[in-house]
């Protein structure tokens, strides 16, 4: 373990101080996946690029929260530890290593691990009590799979070609089966897509998780006539023609406001016998802004919505409904599901239909377009062998039940054998269910375990305790391309949870998404994985400072350990000029000279955006344009110093110490600013 972290965290200097009057800011990054026995360039360099972002804010005077995670429980992690003879911690234990020997800046107390007991009861708690408040429920659904049927899918990921769905990144075939699975009920978080769209993020990703929700266009209109107008949302506005009553549910809206004179008596005596088999007409008969055809207002308890467009020609309860009441069906679909009597939609598919009729109510100041997902229920689990498990046990019958949380947290032992706390104690009929939460579910809780985690409070305490939730405002997540759009949408959903609950909405107040340089360890082959990570071999052989130059000075990263050490070479001798350039006497001006200010403001200004691999260019470029001729103060040697800790500590606590006479860390000085 690095001499430099080892000193730097017994002095506590990455410790999370109890200081109220310090702005607070929490500062999460993806957990990292454990594939094998060490780091490989792609899924460490999220770490690297977030440490610089932690040691400048610390350095700015916020008291930031950065807690590490890593992911040690997937099927890699398994498949190593069986070929060593080692339980999945000793995985864990190699690359926190690494981190200490790159110095990144972790308290050892704001460690979190997905074997941990503690984050697994902290998961297995929180589905506990989203279940048995409404928010998860246990169904059967369809869903897609690949031929294993272990990992389930969201439909966003397939996509249908020749009768047959396939997935769109490979291309190979998916498979609709119908199975157990939990999901959340987003009817209750009637408010997700609205959160959704105020995110202050790039259209381009909020359209993405749209995609995943698989949102289609509603249209919201007013539907009137001379004397009443009432405003429907039409979830299929392309059917809009095929409208023929609404019904208005007492329980739910004030019908009597949208009653005549001649019914209002018996309108308001329905009101009062919700056990009414009987439909009251509110005597109002509006007109189809599309087709001008009458469409007749009811009040009905049979709908559990305020207002309720009735279709008989595409819903059993409509037809049914109107049928009883003696009401003509108005025509909107052929047996090709092609639009008839619809005006302008004629002809069209409803896909097609649904585009036109948007703009054109939207066009004509008529209406307004949102946002709502297909399926409203969000699927959290798998049938994977590995990862959480969902605590659960299935009965003789076959039957799923949640357990009570006495048997929390259930775990796999090293035998891989599902185990629960108390297990003497379950019913002999219940066998414990293999079931596990997919990575949407285990990553969005992360980020709030995260905020919540210090060694003062502890995780155990968060369904009791608002402090350290609450006091974290300033939230930043670091997210990996391809994992944000399910970290985010999680995130909005259980901060959507705590807020039903009278705690406070608090998401990620900024998104920064790296471009996707993470290991898709799904798609590599047994070999490949084993093979791929050589971090161990480059800390042996290089400062550390040199690979964090080269992870951060570089979008992109190799996997091939030749191309990499070539590189290596590059930065190991600039990191000798640099200590060369710092043991020649500095010049004594008091003043600053103009590029050393504009160089400061340009940090910032780089810091503030996430640009890190252009601040790291920046600062290489001004030392070797600026520095290296030593035309520069010793004040603004200093200075450069700081700016530069944030990305290679280790030569400059160093050079703090042996230069400059600085007792204390470098990470205690106050970061450069104009």
Do not use: W
């Not at 916020?62 to 190593?80: H, K, R, W």
């Not at 959290?380 to 003789?396: C, E, H, K, R």
């Amino acid at each position: 373990m690095s001499e430099l972290y080892n000193e730097l965290n017994n002095k506590r200097v990455f410790k999370i101080e109890r200081d109220r009057f310090k702005q607070k800011r929490y500062l999460y990054t993806t957990p990292y996946q454990v594939v094998n026995n060490g780091f490989n360039n792609k899924n460490l360099y999220p770490t690297i690029f977030s440490d610089v972002l932690n040691k400048a804010y610390r350095m700015k005077g916020y008291n930031v929260m950065y807690p590490v995670i890593c992911n040690n429980l997937n099927d890699i992690t398994y498949s190593y530890s069986r070929l060593r003879g080692e339980g999945v911690e000793a995985l864990r234990r190699t690359h926190r290593l690494e981190l200490c020997d790159l110095n990144v800046g972790f308290d050892a107390e704001k460690e979190i691990s997905l074997s941990d007991n503690s984050t697994i009861k902290f998961i297995q708690d929180m589905f506990k009590e989203m279940y048995s408040n409404g928010y998860i429920e246990l169904k059967k659904k369809e869903v897609f799979t690949d031929f294993t049927s272990h990992q389930i899918y969201p439909k966003s990921c397939v996509e249908l070609k020749a009768d047959k769905y396939i997935f769109k990144d490979s291309g190979e075939d998916a498979y609709v089966k119908t199975m157990d699975v939990f999901t959340i009920n987003l009817l209750k978080l009637d408010k997700l897509i609205s959160n959704i769209s105020n995110l202050k993020i790039d259209d381009d990703l909020k359209n993405k998780i749209y995609d995943f929700l698989g949102c289609r266009k509603g249209l919201s209109v007013n539907i009137k006539n001379h004397d009443f107008s009432i405003k429907v949302n039409l979830d299929n506005p392309e059917l809009i023609g095929g409208i023929s009553f609404i019904a208005l549910n007492p329980k739910l809206i004030d019908v009597l406001i949208y009653t005549t004179p001649d019914e209002y008596i018996s309108v308001s005596n329905y009101t009062l016998d919700p056990e009414s088999q009987e439909d009251c007409f509110t005597g109002v008969v509006l007109k189809n802004p599309l087709t001008f055809k009458d469409i007749y207002v009811f009040a009905s308890y049979k709908y559990d919505e305020a207002v309720h467009v009735g279709i008989p020609t595409t819903d059993t309860l409509d037809y049914m409904f109107a049928s009883a009441l003696g009401l003509d069906p108005n025509i909107c679909l052929d047996d090709d599901r092609m639009l008839i009597e619809s005006d302008f939609l004629d002809g069209l598919s409803e896909d097609m239909a649904r585009e036109e009729i948007c703009n054109a109510f939207v066009g004509e100041g008529m209406g307004e377009v949102y946002l709502k997902p297909s399926d409203m229920d969000l699927i959290i689990t798998s049938y994977n062998d590995l990862g959480v498990l969902v605590p659960a046990g299935v009965d003789y019958a076959g039957e799923i039940t949640v357990l009570d949380n006495m048997y929390y947290p259930i775990y796999f032992n090293n035998r891989y054998k599902p185990t629960a706390t108390n297990e003497d104690k379950l019913d002999s009929r219940i066998q414990l269910s293999k079931m596990t939460f997919n990575r949407g579910f285990i990553t969005g809780l992360c980020s709030i375990y995260a905020k919540m985690y210090d060694s003062l409070i502890g995780g155990d305490d968060f369904f009791n305790s608002d402090s350290m939730y609450n006091e974290f405002k300033d939230t930043i997540g670091i997210l990996n391309e391809n994992t944000a759009v399910e970290e985010i949408l999680y995130n909005v959903i259980f901060n959507m949870y705590y807020e039903a609950f009278g705690k406070e909405y608090n998401p990620y107040q900024r998104i920064v998404v790296i471009s996707d340089n993470t290991m898709d360890i799904d798609s590599l082959g047994e070999q490949q994985r084993l093979g791929v990570s050589f971090v161990n071999e480059i800390l042996e052989r290089y400062p550390s400072d040199a690979y964090r130059l080269y992870l951060l000075s570089n979008n992109t990263h190799s996997d091939d350990l030749k191309e990499t050490l070539e590189l290596l070479d590059e930065y190991k001798g600039m990191l000798l000029e640099i200590k060369k350039a710092f043991e020649e006497p500095f010049l004594n001006q008091a003043f600053d000279n103009i590029y050393f200010t504009e160089f400061v403001k340009n940090c910032n200004k780089l810091l503030e955006q996430f640009e890190i691999v252009k601040l790291t260019k920046t600062i290489l470029s001004f030392f070797k344009s600026f520095v290296l001729p030593h035309n520069i103060s010793r004040d603004e040697a200093h200075r450069f110093l700081i700016i530069f800790s944030i990305i290679c500590p280790e030569i400059c606590e160093t050079l703090n110490k042996e230069v400059f006479n600085d007792r204390y860390s470098i990470f205690y000085q106050e970061f450069p600013k104009i």
